[in-house]
């Protein structure tokens, strides 16, 4: 039996050295990892999963940790093993890269800008398997056609800001698989990526570890991605295995309670099929109170934008005149009604935010007309447009940077309210416990500051700010994104009980297609500046007709362990983009109504 | 290309600037024939000498004139290098070209500030590497004291103590002077002191920050040996403040290391700007003032080619949106 695994870990415990003694992140984790097998450890932030992967090749040293406990047993190539927790500084440098190959999450920032493709992929396999320069262009040319890059040739020689974030992650992997290792270890890679390019990545390296052998161990957050990935499940809370199984028993039969509540938090694309409202989730451990009432859309108008442009220009040549323009909003048009959520969904680079930024005139649109409540909001002076503001509030995407750390919370939420004297004294303080109560706060966190808060309960407290001055929109853009799933659950259901309280309307901008189903009554999806489908969000999720949007959806991955994921593979070439010459003018767009309310774009001649 | 041309027209225009800047100085500050011949000068000889230098033409003449002979190479003949008695109307053809003595002084100012130089990126760099790979420790606390001490030490004191032990008690080297390569050990130290520190102090900082990132977790994942991943995956990528912080001291060290060349009574073009100050000499001046302000503009833009060597993305001369 021993033979059949290839890495185990044993009662493994890491800890951090702080001030006040170490800080433990995990203990008594075992699990083994057999050839050929993928693994996937699954857990929220503060799980302890990353550094339990930092672990099995002493890296977690690089980050100032160390191995305190158990035991690390691997079965080398030679047919030796190996105690990797007690192995030598040099044994470890002939196994990392080697025997052992591994992929971050950040495919911008894991790659070194200063160093071309080439250079770095050779770098591995001139130190482990001594190849000369020649041979290790040889060789890094085949593991850049085995990931499927198109013009491999010129892509070493290129440097890694000129790779799009899904090719860098290619390079990364093929990297990591340059030298043959049995084991890949895979820190969270696709979660920095746009969902569609996650589908390809995802895909291949379900297609390398069969064309390999190699066993993939699989660091997520992304139960969704654990379903399509896993042969099996090992689940992490607070820095312990909670359980461990098949991907299948995991999902149908989840015993720990925490993976339950894991599970049911994910909101699953399909989920809301049939309902025309918005609902909330089910959260376990709290009594499912059910929508208090149905989340109904107005009828009335709240805001209208049509023809709305903003490019920003590519400066270059000698003078630095324009050259170029990238059309970031091109022509966008939609209305949004009281009471009711539209969602923006697009991937990055679709302008999604952009727009939202430019209805606020935190941007300033070069053209195109914004309408609430019948004014003329790019009209407006700097102080009709400060009036307004109290009625458009935004939500940031960042919990960490859009709070100011130096101040009390308090302060930052009663910050609007006295921007425009609405209040003051003690009707002040009320009115800011009261918006902490409805935000579910307590109210003892009045005098803190960010820093003592998780990132959830700093979204609370951003939500909380933006509803202080009783505002009748929200522009949420990417509000749950920066979320554990668990804590995303508890915000969107919030939001949620705000609108059918207070009676808001959302714009909903998000890149993530399962939680715009829950949320939204009405769906936009952008693409490259354009809204190429709006309609209700059962016509454009249930019944999508532009080719984008059916792309969009197929890619947003599924609970459902039997799904395919190789059939997305692709040879990545370019990417399209939205950049083009200065005084380009593309023509408006067309659309045609395919049934009442559900628009979708003409396909453009290009 | 299109950037390097735009660069050296960047440079040319602050080099007419200066030149102009100094040509009107010089005549701001009063008479210059007065200025150099002293108050108790005679109407003649002060006559004489306005005629000899064409200070008698109207200013925007002079000014013109002096443009266009810099143009050609011409910086004017000084009014005093080389007389022992005071000139006459035949300055032009018995006096010395300016741009002769400046170009003279240059090669010591060179070496001066290349063994200066040579002394201080090594140690700078080697200090902050040491320092940022073992933050916290000992060596980084050493380093830190250090790198202080060496941007804050005075100057002429660290020289003369080094002279007392080096060159006095020791006897291993001259107290100053110019010729052998011993003479230039002591006054290179003397300026390395200070770039010495700053070098160290942006070289711990900016590889700190690299050591951080992302990218060197990838380096160590591939087997890379640490030294590797610290001295050329971080510090390859920490290089533009650090190559900044160089061209800084550099173009500090050619515009004259006046005490430490007064010190060790080492010719260089500090030691000449201060004679030609003393004694008025306003051609000599502009053009020692106009030579270091283009060697400094020199090593500027040597420096912002290093820069697109160094950062492939600065290269490419666009920024990613």
Redesign the interface.
Do not use: D, K, S
């Given at each position: 039996m021993a033979e059949s695994v290839l890495i185990r870990t044993d009662n493994l415990k890491v800890q951090f050295p702080s001030k006040t003694g170490p800080v433990t992140a995990v203990e008594d984790i075992s699990f083994s990892v057999r050839p050929g097998e993928i693994v996937c450890i699954v857990g929220e932030s503060g799980s302890g999963k990353s550094v339990t992967s930092?672990s099995l090749?002493q890296?977690v040293k690089?980050?100032g940790g160390m191995i305190s406990g158990g035991a690390i047993t691997l079965h080398r190539r030679d047919g030796t093993t190996v105690d990797l927790r007690n192995a030598s500084?040099d044994q470890?440098?002939?196994?990392?890269?080697?025997e052992i190959?591994?992929i971050?999450?950040?495919p911008m920032?894991?790659?070194?800008?200063?160093?071309?493709v080439g250079w770095q992929m050779a770098?591995?396999l001139r130190?482990?398997m001594g190849l000369n320069r020649v041979q290790a262009d040889r060789r890094s040319l085949e593991l850049l056609r085995m990931v499927r890059i198109s013009e491999p040739e010129n892509r070493l020689r290129q440097?890694p800001?000129?790779l799009s974030g899904g090719m860098r992650q290619r390079v990364?992997i093929a990297?990591?698989l340059a030298c043959k290792p049995h084991l890949l270890i895979a820190d969270e890679p696709t979660t920095a990526l746009d969902v569609t390019v996650q589908a390809e990545i995802l895909g291949l390296i379900d297609l390398l570890r069969e064309e390999t052998g190699a066993a993939i161990l699989l660091i997520t957050h992304d139960m969704a991605v654990v379903a399509q990935m896993a042969d099996r499940v090992v689940v992490m809370f607070r820095g312990r295995k909670v359980e461990e199984g098949p991907v299948r028993r995991i999902l149908s039969e989840p015993q720990h309670e925490y993976t339950k509540a894991l599970l049911a938090a994910v909101p699953k694309l399909g989920d809301m099929s049939q309902k025309p409202n918005p609902e909330p989730l089910k959260i376990v451990g709290e009594r499912y109170r059910g929508p208090a009432k149905p989340l109904i859309a107005g009828k009335r108008q709240l805001l209208t934008v049509s023809g709305l442009v903003k490019r920003?220009p590519?400066r270059?040549?000698?003078f630095g005149r324009t050259t170029a323009n990238?059309h970031a909003v091109e022509n966008v048009s939609f209305g949004i009604n009281d009471n009711e959520t539209l969602a923006l969904v697009g991937e990055s680079g679709s302008g999604k935010s952009v727009t939202g930024r430019s209805i606020l005139r935190l941007e300033e649109p070069d053209s195109g007309k914004v309408e609430f409540e019948n004014r003329n909001v790019l009209a407006l002076d700097s102080t009709e447009m400060r009036d307004l503001r109290r009625n458009m509030q935004m939500v940031f995407q960042d919990p960490f940077g859009s709070l100011n750390p130096h101040k009390q919370l308090f302060d930052q939420v009663a910050e609007p309210i006295r921007n425009f004297r609405l209040d003051h004294g003690s009707a002040l303080e009320d009115r800011v416990a009261n918006l902490f109560d409805r935000v579910h706060l307590p109210r003892s966190f009045l005098r803190r500051y960010p820093v003592e808060l998780s990132g959830g309960q700093r979204q609370r407290v951003a939500i909380a700010r933006a509803l202080a001055p009783n505002p009748k929109f929200i522009v949420a853009d990417e509000a749950v994104s920066a979320l554990d799933v668990s804590v995303q659950a508890q915000v969107l259901n919030l939001m949620l009980e705000l609108q059918a309280d207070l009676g808001i309307s959302y714009l909903f901008i998000s890149h993530d297609v399962a939680v715009v189903e829950r949320v939204a009554h009405r769906v936009a999806v952008m693409y490259l500046g354009r809204i190429v489908e709006i309609g209700s969000r059962q016509d454009v999720l249930e019944n999508p007709q532009h080719g984008y949007t059916k792309t969009l959806i197929a890619a947003v991955p599924t609970l459902d362990p039997d799904a395919d994921v190789r059939g997305r593979v692709k040879t990545l070439s370019k990417v399209p983009s939205a950049i083009f010459p200065a005084g380009y003018e593309p023509e408006p767009p067309e659309y045609d109504e395919i049934s009442n309310g559900h628009y979708v774009l003409k396909n453009e001649k290009q | 290309m299109a950037y390097l041309i735009k660069r050296i027209v960047n440079s040319a225009i602050i080099l007419f600037l200066t030149v102009s800047f100094v040509f009107f100085a010089g005549r701001l500050i009063g008479d210059p024939a007065l200025n150099m011949l002293g108050p108790g000068a005679s109407d003649v000889a002060l006559e004489n000498l306005r005629r000899a230098a064409g200070l008698n033409d109207p200013i925007l003449i002079q000014y013109f004139r002096y443009v266009v002979n810099l143009l050609s190479g011409d910086f004017g003949i000084s009014y005093r290098y080389g007389f022992s008695v005071l000139p006459s109307e035949r300055l032009s053809e018995i006096g010395q070209p300016v741009i002769d003595i400046v170009l003279e002084r240059l090669p010591a100012t060179f070496f001066l500030a290349a063994a200066a130089m040579g002394f201080a990126v090594p140690i700078g760099v080697f200090m902050g590497v040491t320092a940022a790979a073992y933050p916290r420790s000992a060596a980084d606390r050493i380093v830190t004291v250090l790198s202080l001490a060496g941007v804050s030490i005075v100057q002429f004191w660290l020289g003369l103590m080094l002279i007392v032990f080096f060159a006095v008690q020791l006897g291993w080297l001259p107290t100053g002077g110019y010729g052998e390569w011993q003479h230039v050990i002591l006054p290179a130290l003397t300026l390395a002191a200070r770039p010495i520190g700053r070098i160290a102090q942006v070289t711990r900082s900016a590889v700190l920050e690299e050591l951080a990132k992302p990218y060197i977790m990838t380096a160590h994942a591939k087997g890379v040996p640490v030294n590797r991943v610290v001295y050329l995956h971080s510090l390859k990528n920490a290089a533009i403040p650090i190559v900044t912080m160089i061209g800084d001291e550099l173009s500090a060290l050619l515009t004259g290391a006046i005490l430490v060349e007064k010190i060790f009574a080492w010719p260089g073009i500090g030691l000449l700007i201060i004679d030609s100050l003393s004694r008025s000499d306003l051609p000599l001046i502009q053009a020692s003032i106009v030579v270091v302000a283009a060697l400094v503009v020199c090593v500027n833009l040597l420096v912002d080619l290093a820069y697109r060597l160094l950062n492939p993305r600065i290269r490419f001369g666009k920024t990613e949106a």
């Open positions: 930092f090749m890296l690089f980050n500084e470890m440098r002939g196994i990392r890269g080697n190959g591994m971050f999450q950040e920032t894991a790659l070194n800008p200063a160093f071309t770098e591995g130190i482990h440097y800001h000129e990364m990297m990591a920003f590519v270059g040549g000698l990238v | -």
